[in-house]
């Protein structure tokens, strides 16, 4: 099975809505694009041979009044077509309701995961209004996937991204799966450094490509770390992500084709890592 981790399902055609997609335009830095139906989307997933995306939605309550996909329209995807995709969920953690809330989606809704992004949302990963978030996480078996690395999305400072951000989180709950995004480019070494030391810690490949998507994943195993690192030491941590619409799944799959890796290897990045982050389910 193929799974990608990292998809926003903004132009999703059941959830789009102009007067809505505005925010999304502003907050998530992308031009006006879609909507795509599941036809489509399908198709585009197909071409890719990617057989689940996880959606991930992204609450701004109190940093920019809104949300980039809600918990209640990625339910509604997920209900619809549930052999297809895999819902997480969100919370902004200086909401006052936070733990509550949070508590309340996971007793509704049933998200297999939660979507954080520190810089966007204003907090840091070891901050004390985190402390009930991860307890929840523990509680109900919740991963964690972390937008890490550098962010495209405006009011997102990238010295936020640094990898090592997370550490103390890492170090304080080892018991809660956590995911540091894109391969926390560009400082993937600080990325390999903590994968190695912390057991709980996960990434995944959607680096942002400055030359084509499969020079860029060609330089990311090969330059960016040793060339047989994530054979030797790192695949059992880093899973399959494309950060669509921003980027194509289809073209990311290209490049990981290209690396020639070993069944073993290539079989768990591309789903049987996700599978194990997800908690086997």
Known sequence: MVI?????????KSIYQEDE??????????GHMGPMGYDEVFAE???GGIDKNVLLPLDLTT??????A????????????????????????HRKDAPVYLERVCRELNPRGLSLHPAKQRFKPDDVCMEPIYEICRAYDLPIIFDAGMSWEPQAPIGQGNPLCFEQALLQHPDVRM????????????????MLKYPNCYSECSVLYLDSPEESIQRLFTVDMGPLWFQRSLSHQIMFGSNTPRF?????????????????AHDALLGGNALEFLGGR
């Open 4 to 12: 990608d981790v990292n998809v926003h399902p903004l132009l999703y």
């Open 21 to 30: 997609f505005s925010f999304w335009e502003r907050e998530f830095g992308m």
């Open 45 to 47: 997933m197909d071409v």
């Open 63 to 68: 940093t920019a009044g809104g949300w980039i």
């Open 70 to 93: 809600t918990n209640e329209q990625v339910a509604h995807i997920v209900a619809d077509y549930p052999d297809r995709f895999i819902g997480f969920a969100s919370v902004d953690p």
């Open 179 to 194: 995911c540091l995004s894109h391969m926390g480019w560009p400082w993937v070494r600080e990325m390999v450094t903590l």
């Open 248 to 264: 194509r799944a289809f073209k990311i799959r290209r490049g990981i084709e290209r690396l020639n890796l070993p069944k073993r």
